[in-house]
């Protein structure tokens, strides 16, 4: 059974970093795309970043570019989401996401937003950025 667990998030003043986690159990992740999600109270949930686990290519929402990261660590089967600068606009609840599919074949910034490339999701962590 394929679990995404994430940890990481918590309360972070405007200007902050912190570094969200999800370690991936039940499966590697070759050939995949993973991503992140946040979703605000009373807002729809809306694409943050992603990168195809086997590849390079990433891609970012404009309000992030520049200021998040997402990478993973293949011995640790882990992707990681780092988030620097953060603004009170940035407070969410954030979830990972994996989907078998490689982004890079069909462009990432094109594909990667889209629910439905996702077929495993973790949890869920709440980051609040303070004013």
């Known amino acids: 059974q394929v679990q995404l667990v994430q940890s990481g998030g918590g309360l972070v003043q405007t200007g902050g970093s912190l570094r969200l986690s999800c370690a991936a159990s039940g499966r590697t992740f070759s050939g995949y795309t993973v991503g992140w999600f946040r979703q605000a109270p009373g807002k729809e949930r809306e694409f943050v970043a992603a990168?195809?686990?086997?590849?390079?290519?990433?891609t970012y929402a404009d309000s992030v570019k520049g200021r998040f990261t997402i990478s993973r660590d293949t011995a640790e089967n882990t992707v990681y989401l780092q988030l620097n600068s953060l603004k009170p606009e940035d407070t969410s609840v954030y979830y990972c996401?994996?989907?078998?599919?490689?982004?890079?074949?069909?462009?990432?910034?094109?594909?990667?937003?889209?629910?439905?490339?996702?077929?495993?999701w973790g949890q869920g962590t709440q980051v609040t950025v303070s004013s």
């Open positions: 996401a994996a989907g078998p599919v490689d982004c890079s074949a069909f462009g990432c910034h094109g594909v990667a937003p889209r629910f439905g490339m996702y077929n495993y």
């Open positions: 990168r195809t686990w086997s590849g390079g290519s990433t």
